[in-house]
């Protein structure tokens, strides 16, 4: 099937053997508008990882166009304009699912940069897909005085239902804030009325399609922003701007790896991880797999792999001291991983294996809240 792109921003397919060729149209060169700064609105970096929230379509080509510098994006969001004023950097032109962890160190590198020229706050635009992977990962990497706003969207710019202006807007006000910490800022609800602020290492894409997809898990949001009002409020538990002085440890180990167990998981996937500085383990309930994979496990941390066990379920905490499995677990050498989420605990494992040699002192580091990713005691009603 053919997809033709019509002027109204409407698609249609066609059978592509019913069309014949004639030419290809030239690319419509992008409009830029003319940014003058204004000295009395504060000055933010945005730096583009390749999502499509600040993109384009060229209705001629129907093809997606990056926007990088102040004048296309601002452009392309033209509310973005009575908030601050902007300047543009590139780290890659990806899809999330191509992300990787040298790509995150790139962007901590660029993000380091940018806070230390001075401005009063940073915008990463990425994927919606691995979104919450990367603003961990800087998350551990950064310490940051100022708000650090990763945003997405769920919906292109050429859908009349797309979220990226208003997530736009929401992350640049969310950037200008009080904030001092790496946060998610996407649709709060269905409705162009809200959106979440959400803390970089507890948050997690829960929905494909919607655009309220991205939800806090195990803590409330850090704050809201009102839309059209932009106005920001801030949770008392959110981190606040000059909090932390600004630092970065760039350092992650590579060779670490995450499996999630399931009855009947084949001992290869286990063995498959042999030479690995680290494992996530993510189990079942309370942080269990089935008896017969222990000596494997055991075997792995012998061989100098460290194991770390999480939960599939998404709210709650592990406790291998309940159920033999749990007890063998930990007899076999297993740290427990809190009420971390899976996917944050292989990014910080990944980062505490980087900076920390020492195989006691980066145990110890798994089980220390470093990033707000882990709670000492639950939230109530969560
Ligand atoms: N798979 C794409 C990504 O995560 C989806 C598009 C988007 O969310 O921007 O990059």
């Known amino acids: 099937m053919a997809v033709i792109k019509l002027e109204s921003g409407y698609n249609i397919g066609v059978d592509p053997h019913?069309?014949?060729?004639?030419?290809?149209?030239?690319?419509?060169?992008?409009?830029?508008?003319?940014?003058?700064p204004d000295r009395n609105l504060?000055?933010?970096?945005i730096v583009s990882t390749g999502g499509t929230i600040a993109s384009r379509i060229d209705y001629r080509t129907g093809s997606v166009t990056s926007q990088f510098d102040?004048?296309?994006?601002?452009?392309?969001?033209?509310?973005?304009?009575?908030?601050?004023?902007y300047r543009t950097r590139s780290i890659s032109t990806i899809l999330s699912e191509n992300m990787t962890p040298a790509i995150w160190q790139d962007l901590a590198r660029a993000v380091s940069e940018e806070i230390r020229s001075g401005v009063s706050g940073v915008i990463i635009t990425h994927g919606t897909d691995t979104m919450a992977y990367s603003a961990s990962a800087l998350s551990f990497m950064l310490d940051t005085p100022v708000p650090v706003v990763f945003v997405g969207s769920q919906r292109s710019a050429d859908r009349p239902s797309s979220d990226n202006a208003m997530n736009a807007v929401c992350a640049a006000s969310t950037a200008t804030s009080d904030l001092g910490e790496v946060a998610v800022v996407m649709h709060a609800t269905t409705?162009?009325?809200?959106?979440?602020?959400?803390?970089?290492?507890?948050?997690?894409?829960?929905?494909?399609s919607r655009?309220?997809?991205?939800?806090?898990?195990?803590?409330?949001?850090?704050?809201?922003?009102?839309?059209?009002?932009r106005e920001v409020t801030l949770e008392p538990h959110a981190v606040r701007r000059g909090t932390h002085t600004l630092a970065l440890h760039e350092k992650l180990e590579?060779?670490?790896?995450?499996a999630q167990f399931?009855?009947?998981?084949?001992?290869?996937?286990?063995?498959?991880?042999?030479?690995?500085?680290g494992l996530v383990l993510s189990g079942t309930g309370l942080g269990h797999v089935s008896t017969g994979l222990i000596p494997l496990i055991r075997d792995l941390i012998e061989g100098g792999t460290m194991v770390v066990m999480t939960s599939q379920c998404m709210h709650g905490r592990v406790c291998d001291r309940v159920y033999d499995t749990g007890r063998d677990l930990l007899q076999a050498g297993v740290i427990e991983g809190g009420d971390m989420l899976p996917e944050v605990a292989l990014v910080k494992l990944m980062w505490v294996l980087g900076n920390e040699k020492d195989p006691d002192n980066a145990a110890a580091l798994m089980q220390t809240d470093l990033a707000g990713e882990w709670n000492r005691r639950s939230f109530h009603g969560l």
Do not use: Q, W
Request: hydrophobic share 35%; charged share 25%.
């Open 191 to 208: 409705n162009d009325d809200r959106c979440a602020i959400h803390r970089g290492t507890r948050v997690r894409k829960m929905h494909t």
């Open 42 to 45: 504060p000055d933010l970096s």
């Open 18 to 36: 019913s069309c014949t060729f004639v030419e290809r149209p030239s690319p419509v060169p992008v409009k830029r508008l003319e940014v003058t």
């Open 262 to 277: 399931y009855p009947g998981m084949a001992p290869g996937i286990l063995t498959a991880c042999r030479g690995y500085r």
């Open 211 to 229: 655009r309220d997809a991205f939800r806090s898990i195990g803590i409330p949001s850090i704050g809201t922003v009102s839309y059209p009002s």
């Open 254 to 258: 590579e060779r670490c790896g995450l």
């Open 70 to 85: 102040a004048g296309e994006i601002v452009s392309a969001i033209p509310e973005l304009a009575g908030v601050a004023n």
